[in-house]
């Protein structure tokens, strides 16, 4: 049983809540208690209908207010698959959660309102997704009851939505009418769509092919802890754990260990529960080099023949995250792998309106929900590839020095 | 259906590798980052794979922290022989805080009423114990799958000087690049099970071979029903004149303190059989089994406002 981890974003309108609730629901992963409680707090509230966001808006301010604070995590299963969904609020805050939720996604859902079309917010959650580099992106077409199903309805949106979906860098890109509410397409192909020959929703996201996803090609090992037990029984055992996050590593392989340039050999790949004959993305592991070199956190195993940009000098796209603007000057707490550095900003190049993909050359600083790319000079050289080689080793994240809250989100830029 | 260890294909992970995998990440980069961690450990199912991944990620090394149980004094007997056994057995340090020292000490005051319970008291002898101890780090075992409030919590969770939680205030978690930084007196509440739902945790168990306290499988016990919750009869917990004490084949889907916590009536004997139940369940464990948070819609954000697990 794989695991599909999606994000979705949209306000109360477009039916998120009611499409998720519904999944959730056909799933059995909404329980009985779960529900009741829903239906007694709609009631109070004096609703006229379940609103099933309850389920989802789980803070006291949020079931006040009716809205949507925070991301919130979701999970359901079928006899295919896990799912773990990042809900983000549509309006609120909407970069800073939906660069959260997309940033583990393999799939996003984007809703669209079949009355109403495509709008800035479609743009800008489809942009953010692309952005975000997840592989797989999902339009669906809601409310088509409404519409009385009608195939021209659809055929225009989606033809708008390609369009304008051309100009990004979506490796998938499928579309499915439903109606949430009504329950078609989502579960079960819907007989009041004959003319849609795809998937339903659920279908889809069971069988959406995400295992070409990961980075299997560049071997990359960033060392989060040396293992050494020091025990009469392992008085020499020195073990580098880590997850791997590229490629793949197996006994015997000749290695590279950055910074220190030095090769050698994988001895072995050790588990709790025994040896392991091939390491790759996501395992953790722990990993016996032939040789005793100099090895500590922060430091990559790679290959050497294979390794790394090597460099002190970053240019990336950042997400801005607070109130306080970032400007150049600026110093940041950085942690990208398992190394924090110092970074200091050299220039902001240009600010990305997330709506009209207009980049403005003239801004000079990044505001709160702010997309743009910015040059940055750090203290250590990191070892990084370019965000869409490797989301992991291409990717950090910015903390105020002071505060120490995390402030933005970079993906690096890198020679491919 | 294949939840567990089989074989998705060729460089794939099935659903629980790949979330044992960021469990263990999380633990080793809170180990790496922290300079005093402590690991919560009740004997509970949770606490208890949270303690096996803790194990996985420093072996063939020991877990470089200490555990330790908030011990409200009503403890479930089969559960404190459990927590005591387990420690031994993987050589971990063990510090036990008593909910009894702080009502000792004048630092809480018990419950009285129809229904008093030690729970909410948990709360001041765990944040005395960050404090004593100067722990940075502090390993809980809940899921996001749990409830409500739980949903909307980061793995790496801010607590202020104050030990408080404020939702509408997270830091963005993005990747899994974690950022643990504090200050001195504030501290990171870490939750390495958040994307691990009730059902993973026993397909782990069964998986694993893990082993549990006595009290998560089928046995006889003499209960009586409260609030539509079968609680045991024991020191803690008698029942009114009005309630029937009965005998039955109960099982425990959480174990929390004695008196807040009920049983379900069950014949299931192993995880296996428990993995079955648990799918076919219709009531979330909490809403079946927990007192406390059965006071109001928001009884948890409330608890964990405060500094609770």
């Known amino acids: 049983m794989e695991l599909l981890r999606l994000a979705t974003a949209g306000s109360v309108d477009d039916g998120k809540s009611t499409l998720i609730g519904r999944l959730l629901f056909d799933s059995k992963a909404i329980f009985e208690d779960q529900l009741e409680s829903v239906e007694r707090f709609s009631r109070q509230r004096g609703d006229d209908y379940t609103d099933l966001a309850l389920l989802t808006d789980g803070l006291r301010a949020e079931r006040e207010q009716g809205i949507t604070i925070d991301v919130a995590y979701r999970y359901f299963a079928t006899p295919a698959r896990k799912f773990i969904i990042a809900d983000t609020p549509g309006h609120i805050q909407y970069t800073r959660n939906m660069v959260t939720g997309n940033s583990t996604a393999d799939l996003t859902l984007v809703l669209v309102d079949a009355r109403k079309g495509i709008v800035e917010q479609t743009r800008r959650h489809a942009f953010l997704a692309s952005l975000l580099r997840v592989p797989h992106l999902l339009l669906c077409v809601n409310k088509m009851d409404l519409v009385d199903y009608d195939r021209d309805v659809f055929e225009s949106i989606r033809e708008e939505f390609a369009a304008f979906a051309s100009r990004l860098d979506v490796a998938d890109l499928s579309f499915v ?78 290695v590279m260990v ?32 032939t040789d005793d070199v100099d090895v500590s956190r922060g430091d990559l195993i790679c290959r050497p023949l294979n390794q790394p940009t090597v460099g002190q000098d970053l240019d990336a796209m950042v997400a801005w995250m607070t109130e306080r603007p970032l400007h150049p000057g600026d110093f940041l707490a950085l942690k990208h792998t398992t190394r924090w ?20 050359e003239s801004a000079s600083s990044l505001g709160l929900n702010d997309v743009g790319r910015v040059s940055l000079r750090v203290t250590q050289p990191l070892f990084y590839d370019s965000y869409r080689r490797n989301r992991q080793t291409g990717s950090f994240i910015l903390a105020a020095e002071d505060t ?8 690096l830029h890198g020679p491919d | 259906m294949d939840r567990g260890r089989g074989v998705v294909g060729q460089y794939q992970l099935s ?39 803790a194990q996985k990620a420093f072996w063939p090394g020991r877990i470089p922290f200490p555990v330790m149980h908030i011990d409200t004094g009503h403890n479930f007997p089969e559960v404190l022989e459990f927590r005591d056994r387990c420690v031994e057995a993987i050589g971990a340090t063990l510090v036990v805080a008593s909910v009894q020292d702080s009502i000792d000490t004048g630092r809480v005051v018990e419950e009285v009423g129809a229904n008093p319970s030690r729970n909410r008291l948990q709360t001041r002898t765990l944040l ?3 404090n004593e101890h100067r722990f940075d780090a502090v390993f809980g075992g809940a899921r996001r799958d749990e409830e409500k409030a739980r949903a909307k919590e980061r793995v790496f969770s801010f607590r202020d000087e104050f030990g408080q939680w404020d939702p509408k205030n997270q830091r963005p978690e993005l990747w899994s690049l974690f950022n643990g930084r504090h200050r001195a007196g504030e501290h990171i509440r870490v939750f390495p099970l958040s994307d691990w739902t009730e059902l993973d945790i026993w397909q782990y168990v069964a998986d694993e071979h893990v082993d549990l306290p006595s009290i998560y499988y089928s046995h006889r016990r003499q209960v009586f029903r409260r609030d539509g919750m079968l609680l045991a009869v024991g020191p803690h917990v008698s029942p009114r004149d009005d309630e029937e004490v009965f005998e039955a084949s109960v099982r425990y889907r959480t174990v929390g303190d004695m008196t807040c916590t009920g049983a379900v009536e069950s014949g299931a004997k192993s995880p296996e059989d428990i993995v079955i139940e648990v799918a076919a369940s219709r009531l979330t464990e909490r809403g079946a089994t927990r007192a406390d948070d059965r006071v109001s819609e928001a009884a948890m954000e409330d608890r964990k406002r405060e500094g609770y697990f």
């Open chain 2, 15 to 53: 659903q629980l590798q790949n979330i044992e995998a960021q469990s263990i990440h999380i633990i080793r980069e809170v180990a790496a980052e922290f300079e005093r961690p402590v690991l919560l450990f009740s004997g509970g199912k949770d606490s208890v794979v949270m303690l096996r991944l």
């Open chain 2, 128 to 130: 005395d114990a960050i």
């Open chain 1, 341 to 360: 550095v110092r970074a200091v900003i050299r220039d902001v190049h240009y600010r990305l309106d997330v709506n009209t993909l207009h980049r403005d």
């Open chain 1, 258 to 289: 950055l910074p220190s340039g030095l090769t050698t050999r994988v001895a072995g790949i050790d588990s709790f529960g025994g040896p392991i004959d091939e390491a790759f993305p996501p395992m953790s592991v722990t990993v016996r080099l």
């Open chain 1, 404 to 411: 120490n809250v995390t402030v933005g989100a970079g993906m």
């Open chain 1, 177 to 254: 009418p439903v109606s949430a509410l009504q329950g078609d397409n989502v579960v079960q192909r819907s007989a009041n769509m004959p003319w849609y020959e795809g998937a339903s929703l659920l279908h889809h996201l069971e069988q959406v092919y995400i295992s070409s996803d990961r980075n299997l090609i560049d071997p990359r090992l960033p060392v989060q802890w040396v293992v050494r037990p020091q025990t009469n029984g392992q008085p020499d055992y020195r073990g580098y754990a880590g997850r791997v996050a590229g490629g793949v590593f197996k006994a015997g392989d000749e």
